[in-house]
């Protein structure tokens, strides 16, 4: 008798319960007609909470073909109103997707100040080799990828987001022993292939001669927002990409037309599908 008492009280409160809870989803879905209204709702309720906040939530949302000056300032005073991870813009047929907010504040030898938003296209944006010889001398540093085989999609992005892109300080892999990277270089930079850190959150296939990869890694050394909410944008479109981590004395790391964390020999043509940021 006690146990059917037991039973019926809870589901008299289990009823209840649900009353209420429909009652009050009942009230929310009257009050705000779609996602972006509640997120907006939310957003002004706390209202300044910068980069932390935004990057903790994925969107989606189209921002435009072209970065308004209201973007702009949002951006430069840190606010980021109505900007979330997965948000993009298109531009001149080129769809560039926020991926995290302020990754790289307060990095580098000489300290980014500068609030920014970290982008990415959607796909790749054209294809190139690492090297001309299966090398990997030098490491990206000395790469042709970095010297010269990045400048044309350098320009495509600088012109894309004029006056805009944000230079910050970076230490990149710039020499190798043995098939590892072996050394850093603090360098001016803008537009950079990413490393495995920023996709996978973790070195999977780059060698480094000490410290855990400390020489692949480095201020970059976090996953980037829009990878960990949406791991499927990491193989977009079944095409092979680059990254700048060494893998062996021939190889530089890849992600594959599968999704495979792998590596290729620096001479190969593949997808380049690099990292920038606006401020």
Known sequence: ??????????????????????????????????????????????????????????????????????????????????????????????????AAFDYHLGKGDVATTDHHVTLIPDLIMGSARMNSTNDTTGAYMGSEMYATNLNSYRTTIRSAFSGHVLKHRLRLASATTGG??????????????????????????????????????????????????????????????WLRDVSTATYFARVYSDGSAASSNASNSIGVRPAFSIS
């Open 1 to 98: 008798m006690a146990f059917s008492l037991k039973k019926w009280i809870g589901s008299m409160l289990f009823s209840a319960f649900m009353d209420e809870y429909n009652e009050n989803m009942g009230d929310i879905e009257s009050e705000f007609d779609s996602v972006d209204e509640a997120v907006g709702a939310i957003e002004s309720i706390l209202g300044g909470v910068g980069a932390g906040f935004h990057n903790s939530i994925y969107r989606g949302k189209s921002l435009g073909t072209s970065v308004s000056p209201e973007q702009y300032l949002a951006i430069a005073n840190g606010s980021f109103d109505d900007m979330f991870v997965g948000d993009y813009w298109t531009v001149d047929g080129v769809l560039y997707r926020i």
């Open 180 to 241: 590892a990277a072996s050394a850093v270089t603090w360098v001016d930079s803008e537009v950079e292939l990413m490393n495995e850190h920023m996709v996978y959150g973790a070195t999977v296939v780059g060698a480094s001669s000490a410290y855990e990869h400390f020489y692949h890694v480095q201020t970059c050394n976090s996953q980037l927002p829009l990878f960990r909410f949406r791991p499927d944008l990491i193989c977009v479109n079944r095409k092979a990409w």
